[in-house]
Protein backbone atom coordinates (compact mmCIF):
# COMPACT_ATOMS: atom_id res chain seq x y z
CA UNK A 1 0.00 0.00 0.00
CA UNK A 2 1.83 3.24 -1.27
CA UNK A 3 1.02 5.49 1.82
CA UNK A 4 0.83 8.90 -0.74
CA UNK A 5 -2.43 7.18 -2.57
CA UNK A 6 -5.35 8.81 -1.69
CA UNK A 7 -6.68 4.96 -1.57
CA UNK A 8 -4.17 4.27 1.23
CA UNK A 9 -5.99 7.08 3.24
CA UNK A 10 -9.36 5.17 2.59
CA UNK A 11 -7.91 1.87 3.44
CA UNK A 12 -6.75 2.60 6.11
CA UNK A 13 -10.07 4.22 7.38
CA UNK A 14 -12.35 1.41 6.48
CA UNK A 15 -9.30 -1.11 8.61
CA UNK A 16 -9.84 1.38 11.71
CA UNK A 17 -13.67 0.65 11.57
CA UNK A 18 -13.26 -3.06 11.19
CA UNK A 19 -11.11 -2.60 14.72
CA UNK A 20 -13.34 -0.44 15.94
CA UNK A 21 -16.29 -2.56 15.44
CA UNK A 22 -14.76 -5.78 16.73
CA UNK A 23 -12.71 -4.34 19.85
CA UNK A 24 -15.51 -1.47 20.93
CA UNK A 25 -14.62 2.39 21.66
CA UNK A 26 -12.76 2.56 24.25
CA UNK A 27 -9.87 -0.07 22.95
CA UNK A 28 -10.30 1.37 19.33
CA UNK A 29 -9.65 4.93 20.54
CA UNK A 30 -6.65 4.05 22.84
CA UNK A 31 -5.34 2.22 19.70
CA UNK A 32 -5.48 5.01 17.76
CA UNK A 33 -3.73 7.25 19.54
CA UNK A 34 -1.04 4.78 20.41
CA UNK A 35 2.15 6.52 18.70
CA UNK A 36 3.83 3.08 18.18
CA UNK A 37 0.53 1.43 17.87
CA UNK A 38 -0.58 -0.54 14.40
CA UNK A 39 -2.49 2.88 13.52
CA UNK A 40 0.54 5.06 13.09
CA UNK A 41 3.04 4.57 10.09
CA UNK A 42 5.62 6.90 9.15
CA UNK A 43 3.50 10.21 8.25
CA UNK A 44 0.06 8.11 8.11
CA UNK A 45 -2.23 7.96 10.95
CA UNK A 46 -5.50 7.55 12.57
CA UNK A 47 -7.36 10.49 14.53
CA UNK A 48 -10.98 10.74 15.21
CA UNK A 49 -13.13 13.50 16.02
CA UNK A 50 -16.65 13.59 17.68
CA UNK A 51 -19.99 15.00 15.60
CA UNK A 52 -19.11 18.31 17.11
CA UNK A 53 -15.14 18.48 16.40
CA UNK A 54 -13.52 17.69 19.59
CA UNK A 55 -10.39 15.37 18.82
CA UNK A 56 -11.01 11.62 20.45
CA UNK A 57 -7.93 10.17 19.23
CA UNK A 58 -4.68 11.28 17.42
CA UNK A 59 -1.98 8.98 16.25
CA UNK A 60 0.63 11.45 16.71
CA UNK A 61 0.00 13.49 19.09
CA UNK A 62 -2.17 12.38 22.18
CA UNK A 63 -2.21 15.93 23.89
CA UNK A 64 -5.03 16.71 21.65
CA UNK A 65 -7.04 14.29 22.53
CA UNK A 66 -10.30 16.15 24.16
CA UNK A 67 -9.65 19.59 22.37
CA UNK A 68 -11.94 21.32 20.61
CA UNK A 69 -10.47 21.49 16.51
CA UNK A 70 -13.77 22.86 14.85
CA UNK A 71 -12.17 26.21 14.38
CA UNK A 72 -8.57 25.02 13.50
CA UNK A 73 -7.67 26.07 10.00
CA UNK A 74 -4.63 25.07 8.11
CA UNK A 75 -1.56 27.17 7.04
CA UNK A 76 -3.56 29.09 4.27
CA UNK A 77 -6.37 29.97 6.64
CA UNK A 78 -8.66 26.80 5.44
CA UNK A 79 -10.89 25.77 8.18
CA UNK A 80 -10.69 21.79 7.14
CA UNK A 81 -12.15 20.11 10.20
CA UNK A 82 -15.30 22.55 10.08
CA UNK A 83 -15.37 20.56 6.41
CA UNK A 84 -14.55 17.55 8.02
CA UNK A 85 -17.47 17.53 10.33
CA UNK A 86 -19.83 19.32 8.69
CA UNK A 87 -19.76 16.85 5.80
CA UNK A 88 -19.47 13.82 7.74
CA UNK A 89 -22.74 14.54 10.24
CA UNK A 90 -24.58 15.67 6.36
CA UNK A 91 -23.34 12.42 4.16
CA UNK A 92 -21.55 10.07 6.30
CA UNK A 93 -17.99 10.45 4.75
CA UNK A 94 -15.66 12.36 2.28
CA UNK A 95 -12.86 13.95 1.34
CA UNK A 96 -10.57 17.05 2.24
CA UNK A 97 -7.61 19.19 1.21
CA UNK A 98 -5.75 21.14 3.29
CA UNK A 99 -2.20 21.98 4.24
CA UNK A 100 -0.77 20.45 7.34
CA UNK A 101 2.75 19.91 9.14
CA UNK A 102 4.54 16.27 7.75
CA UNK A 103 6.00 15.22 11.12
CA UNK A 104 8.29 13.25 8.99
CA UNK A 105 9.89 16.02 6.78
CA UNK A 106 8.84 18.66 9.32
CA UNK A 107 7.57 21.04 6.95
CA UNK A 108 4.01 21.78 5.75
CA UNK A 109 2.34 19.84 2.40
CA UNK A 110 -0.78 19.76 0.48
CA UNK A 111 -2.66 16.80 2.14
CA UNK A 112 -5.84 15.04 1.49
CA UNK A 113 -8.04 13.46 4.20
CA UNK A 114 -10.21 10.41 3.97
CA UNK A 115 -13.40 10.37 6.61
CA UNK A 116 -16.35 8.33 7.54
CA UNK A 117 -18.76 8.43 10.27
CA UNK A 118 -19.31 5.76 12.26
CA UNK A 119 -22.10 5.82 15.24
CA UNK A 120 -20.83 9.14 17.27
CA UNK A 121 -17.22 8.53 15.89
CA UNK A 122 -15.79 10.19 11.95
CA UNK A 123 -12.79 8.44 11.52
CA UNK A 124 -9.93 10.31 9.38
CA UNK A 125 -6.94 9.68 7.50
CA UNK A 126 -4.80 11.50 5.70
CA UNK A 127 -2.13 11.50 3.16
CA UNK A 128 0.50 14.01 2.01
CA UNK A 129 1.08 14.60 -1.57
CA UNK A 130 3.91 13.38 -3.73
Request: charged share 25%.
Amino acid sequence: MNPKSKNAAKKWVEQAIAFYKVSGKRIALAAFTDVAGMFVKGEMYIYVLNPHGTMLAHGVNEKFVGEEFLELRDSDGKPFIKEIVDTANEKGSGWVEYKWYNPVTREWHPKTAYFERVDNLIICAGVYAE
